[in-house]
């Protein structure tokens, strides 16, 4: 699984700078199409879908919005995805 506190740290960076942002949601790519995937009913999505760019969209707001005291980030971010 993922390492929370690495995750956490990657996050708060990300907040803060749009690059960092970036690069982050790059290699979360396959976690976002995972869970893009499993609220589709396990429909394939690549990144030219609509789904998945909403996807990608929730994850950013997920960064942006991410408070450590309140959960897991990963658990945070699928409901983000799921909600939009």
């Known amino acids: ?26 290699s979360y790519l396959p976690f976002i199409r995972s869970e893009t995937s499993r609220f589709l ?10 789904e998945m760019s909403v996807a990608m969209t929730a994850f950013y707001e997920a960064i942006l919005h991410y408070e450590k005291h309140r959960c897991a980030f990963f658990k945070y971010a699928s409901l983000v995805i799921k909600r939009r």
């Open 41 to 50: 009913n396990g429909k394939r999505v690549s990144e030219e879908d609509d």
């Open 1 to 26: 699984m993922h390492d929370e506190p690495d995750i956490i740290t990657q996050v708060l960076c990300a907040k803060k700078s749009a690059e960092a942002a970036d690069r982050l949601i790059r």
